[in-house]
């Protein structure tokens, strides 16, 4: 039976797995919710108009400027006239508050901190940007998403209050800081113990910035980002992220270049700020602890978190574990915050188990035929700058080769492999002589960052760890920062699926792969591998739309949506006995939209399990 019709992933499967009538109940929820006034629906549906409004017209760095600009300045400046119409003045300054800002890690570092502290028995708040599924995963109660009730009341009663104070010389605050006031109304009520705010950019004029007396601060690693707004230097960038230093308040760092570092220590000393640069986690005897995010990088992001729970325990309701970290231990409470911490979309991996193929065959060692399937993992990480990219290819590399040799020791039952291998143009490739591996990139970047100075990096860094990427697939975004998705998964993917994206920006993306791609016959091999599944997959049938949409290159192609390219993916590794790993990065967009899918695949019992 022909692919099309066997299989989940046919034509006429996808249409009606991605039509509104396959959307769960809760479709159904959001139907009857709207009806009733200040709803969580209501509310989307308002900050989606507050986001859809013009703009001012130049909020970053201008030609005879070096940092923001004063529209910037000016607006961060009305945050103690929202500050007082929502009645936080005085229990703003009751809230003990742990601040991280930095170009990369400050998410991951809030994460571990939270849940050290949340591990010690405290209640904990925690606010981070952006989301990638739902806009409620900025605000966690307790390591939880704060429910749609209480979501609702409290942006209700805010937004109201800030509405009935608003004027031609006091607007409504700018998206991310009537989030961020949210956040604070929420703690403050709730009662939390802690509060942990990370940085949206920047720090200086950020409106996390607004909490006048943190009990700790802390500066997770310093890199180039946001330079329309921040500054063209690391110098200017290291600024505006010691912006979040307050007189006396004990800060952290980790280790930065010396050019950050230097304007680090000055901003301290002007601020009587004891500054500290946190010790490697290694320090306290575990080396050999499994963190509960994947990556090197990411014990740099542990060991300050450490630092800022130890100092805000010390400073606040216990010393109890201050002997044991002086002393160079960890306590039990940390170690298991430690390892037990989950940052969706950073160094996560899934495992793709939601397809089925009839025509899939494996030969046993008698001979004899059956169904057999290849494997489709996913490893997902919202890298998107250069330094951030090179430790996500470190991350990628270090995972796909260490489990091909962790598939190698346990001999994967592949029989009649070198028969099988041959035909399949696989010989002699891969670390193993059991499967034929290939590795696959899914990539977006926004417009306003360099993919000369992206993509070079992350194939500098695989190939430097004896990792080949195979084959790249450029894909549009389904989500943007300029609205909150409302639409179900199932509407998203079949718009996506019978759209004509621009692919402009795609086809730059890939360019600038191929130009940087090594005559090299092994990676030519590889490529064209996955270039005769894509076009076995166009031919299937029902896709003449696709054949004109898909740019394919060299070693590259370009897709016109991420359904597209997972709907390939799964026919690939349904149909063929291979090991797919797929790299997703670029863009924390990029990846949130792939656990939107991930999520509705999981809801309609064609999911992916993942870890």
């Known amino acids: 039976m022909p692919f099309s019709l066997a299989c989940s992933l046919s034509l006429r499967r996808r249409r009606a797995l991605f039509s509104p009538s396959s959307s769960s109940s809760s479709s159904h929820q959001f139907t009857h919710r709207r009806t009733h006034s200040m709803s969580f629906q209501d509310a989307i549906a308002t900050l989606n108009k507050h986001l859809a409004r013009p703009r001012p017209t130049s909020t970053g760095v201008t030609s005879s400027t070096k940092g923001p600009s004063q529209n910037v300045i000016s607006r961060f400046s009305l945050l103690p006239k929202y500050i007082e119409a929502l009645e936080l003045q005085e229990s703003l300054s009751h809230l003990s508050v742990i601040h991280v800002a930095g170009t990369k890690g400050k998410g991951s570092t809030c994460a571990f901190t939270e849940n050290i502290l949340r591990s010690c028995g405290y209640r904990t708040g925690l606010f981070t940007s952006p989301h990638l599924v739902d806009i409620r995963e900025r605000f966690r109660f307790n390591g939880d998403l704060v429910s749609e009730e209480v979501f609702a009341k409290h942006f209700w009663w805010c937004w109201n209050r800030l509405q009935a104070v608003e004027s031609s010389t006091l607007p409504m605050p700018w998206f991310f800081a009537f989030l961020t006031l949210l956040a604070l109304k929420m703690f403050t009520l709730e009662n939390v113990d802690v509060a942990i705010l990370e940085v949206g950019v920047g720090g200086c004029y950020d409106a996390t910035n607004v909490v006048p007396q943190p009990a700790v601060c802390g500066i997770a690693s310093l890199g180039y980002d946001h330079m329309d707004v921040l500054g063209s230097t690391l110098s200017e960038i290291a600024a505006q992220k010691a912006g979040i230093f307050k007189a006396g308040v004990p800060a952290f760092s980790v280790p930065q270049p010396a050019e950050a570092l230097e304007v680090l220590h000055k901003k301290a000393r002007d601020l009587s700020v004891p500054l500290e640069i946190t010790q490697d986690v290694e320090f306290y005897g575990v080396k050999s602890l499994k963190l509960g995010l994947d990556g090197d990088h990411q014990r740099t992001n542990a060991a300050l978190a450490v630092a800022l729970c130890a100092e805000w325990e010390k400073n606040h309701f216990s010393k109890k574990y201050s002997s044991f970290l002086e002393e160079g231990h960890l306590p039990d409470a940390y170690l298991q915050g430690l390892a037990t911490t989950r940052w969706p979309g950073r160094g996560q991996i899934i495992y793709d188990v939601g397809f089925h193929s009839a025509n899939a065959i494996k030969y046993t060692d008698e001979g004899d035929q059956k169904a057999q399937k290849g494997r489709l993992t996913l490893y997902l990480d919202g890298a998107h700058t250069a330094e951030s990219l090179g430790a996500c290819a470190n991350w990628f590399s270090s995972s796909v080769l260490s489990g091909a040799l962790k598939d190698k020791n346990n001999d994967v039952n592949i ?24 590795r696959v990139l899914v990539f977006n970047c926004m417009a306003k960052r360099d993919p000369q100075l992206l993509l070079p990096c992350l194939i500098k860094k695989c190939r430097q760890n004896g990792l080949q990427i195979d084959i790249a697939l450029f894909v549009p975004p389904l989500s943007t920062s300029d609205a ?16 004509e994206p621009d692919l402009s920006w795609q086809h730059l993306l890939q360019r600038v792969w191929e130009s940087h791609q090594e005559p090299d016959k092994g990676s030519k091999a590889g490529s064209s591998i996955g270039l005769s599944w894509l076009r076995q997959y166009l031919n299937a049938g029902g896709h003449n739309r696709l054949h004109e949409q898909c740019v394919i290159s060299t070693s590259s192609v370009v897709i016109p949506s991420l359904p597209v390219a997972i709907d390939w993916l799964r026919y690939w590794a349904s149909q063929d006995l291979v090991e797919l790993q797929v790299l997703v990065t670029g863009s924390l967009y990029l990846v949130g939209d792939l656990l939107k899918i991930h999520k509705h695949l999981r809801s309609q019992h064609l999911g992916l399990s993942w870890r």
């Open 484 to 499: 909150i998705e409302t639409r179900s998964v199932s509407d998203i993917c079949a718009t996506a699926m019978e759209a």
């Open 415 to 438: 029989p009649n492999y070198k028969k099988w291998s041959s035909s399949n143009g696989c010989q002699d490739r891969g670390i193993m002589h059991k499967l034929c591996y290939q």
